[in-house]
């Protein structure tokens, strides 16, 4: 699954956003650079984990990239055109292929609409079909996500968090797109829920071949769902890699924070935490230099003045930091859980195995149909 | 599960603070117990995390424990839960609204709600001094500006005068701990404190609450659905599921040995940040709604073990190992189900 084709679809290229408060007549202009100068090429059929604290502008972003957002500075290439300055009309075929999975299920989905039409709506605006073919392709995408269809006539507010997110996921797919942004999919949910919706859409991109960028902060989740990871900070990018290297071992001193932050489900784990001072400062008035320098251990004076770009470190790592050299990987470690014992871990797999067979015995009187069911069903 | 817990207090009986037994509430003219016979207890200075997914009946357990459960259209519908020797369900309102806020105290989920957008945080801080602590106004303030500084809020004197808009999630989130520890309770209870911090702030605040409670011998209850939280803080773990306790022991116990197949379906369901696994396995279907609980075990529709006592018969917690408990008729799993189907 992992890079079957290494050619970009989707490029960002000195892409930036910036949002201007007050202004009225007694108020003086600010201005939010919330995304400064990125560059980021997305490649076909990856899944791209933008990753970072809350106001360092991963969301817009990702809104940017698909131009739910306008772009003030820069360009997104896709497929090679640039669409930061489409216009409407030709905006809304692309519309098509770009799609976009919204973190609140509870918020995003219109309670007026029943479920069938929220899923039918984009098949409408992007489709020839007629009724009977929409009605029956709406049919398949709310089983494919693991819903019956006769939840169609339905209304949001008769769903779970987790069915929401289904139903929010089955729009995405309707106009059968090539790529889907998903802001923060599962932040939402609970844990054993988060893990359904997870398999779903890592099912769904193999089958649909889609291209994935996943906005998230939980860095396990991203761990396991992505194939590379740009790690952003204040607007910028300032580690982008394969999910592998930069978890295996973290170059830029902020990312490296974000590893030892990490809560690990293992008592006594989180050794060395809590070593990231302070709140990430305003991006109403970024520091100057380094945007990360008022944070940093490694922190010189070069760092205050002189903002540091991205460079290539290793294999297609890039990383902006002036002192990636000196920063040294034995700070730290790759996070593990350590070994059960005999016992525990022949009840783990007992559990791996008996809820498998449990799932291929046909379907269970709970609404929820997982997606294992469901393949197996077809099968 | 009475007879555990009575050998519990024998052991710690000088130090228990708090003691839950077969604490059941149950909603008006619902058809089940929305917690259901829950029993546990707190010693002084100990940390107990109270786990489980939405719906399990954890927040609910903790306000009646505050007495901040609206009844009706909650009530009481049996059990005991005895603070510092007192029997709390039989004390008049004004006694319990003198322990609150004094002896025992409650941070939530998200600070930003709690606290009061047209107060001062320095006014809302000595307003809880000034309620429980016969002082001047001016003492109170001293005492607030300590309480900033405690929590580590940088310029805290500067701080005193703002408003809760004007500080960051983190931020607010320590003075609402400054608010709750302000007069030294025996007992904080802290509901999903962090679940809206990012990571490098959850640790602040994580340490923050840890530092806090060495100095001040403070018992705490932190209730979560996190587990990398819970294998944090904890000193004792309850997991939680449909308003029961399915499992509960020391940290170690159930990090190391857990025998509920719904913590080792929780366990399972995270990424794992170690080796990359291909699928995650997961917990079928969801949390049963209160009009269709199952009457035997209420985990019984999602277990992959399901048998036919488990559907007719609600298990019991029972002793596995020394103070290490589970409501598991299958317990422990490896003795009764082979690997082999």
Redesign the interface.
Known sequence: MKHFAQDTILEARGLGRTFTRGGGLFQQRTFVRAVDGVDLAVRRGETLAIVG??GCGKSTLARTLVRLLEPTKGQVLYEGNDIAHLPARDMRRLRKDLQFVFQDPFSSLNPRMTVGAIVEEPLTVHTQDNKTTRRQKVAGLLQRVGLRSSMADRYPHEF???QRQRIGIARALASDPSVIVADEPVSAL???????V??LL?DLKSEFNLTLILIA?D???I???SDRVAVMYLGEVVEIGDT?TV?GAPRHPYTQ??MR??????????SM??D?????PSPLNPPSGCRFHTRCRQADERCGIDGPTLETTDGTRQVACHHWRKVTEDQTR????PP??V??A??????????R???SNGP?????V?TT?RKDKNA | MVESLEMQSDVTAGSRLLTVENLAIRFKNATANTVDGISFGVDRGETLCIVGESGCGKSISALALMGLLPMPPAEIASGRISFDQKDLLSLPAKTRADLRGDRMAMIFQEPMTSLNPSFRIGDQIAEGVLRHRAVSPADARRRALEMLERVKIPAASERLDDYSHQLSGGMRQRVMIAMALANDPDLLIADEPTTALDVTIQAQILDLMRTLQQETGTALIMITHDLGVVAEIADQVAVMYAGKIVEQGPVQAIFDDPQHPYTIGLMSSLPSLGERQSRLTTIAGMVPTIDRMPSGCRFAPRCPFTTVTCEAQAPALSAVSDRHLAACHLAPLENHLAEAL
């Open positions: 604290e809350s779970s968090g987790g609970d844990v054993s829920v988060q893990a359904q997870i398999n890592e902060h860095l396990a989740v761990r396991h769902m592998e978890y924070a974000l932050a990490i809560p690990v489900p293992a008592p006594g784990m989180r935490h809590a990231l001072p302070g709140d990430i790759q996070k593990q859980e059960r014992s016992a525990t022949k009840r783990f797999s007992l559990y791996r195995e008996w809820s067979k449990k799932m269970s009187s709970s609404p929820v997982t069911q």
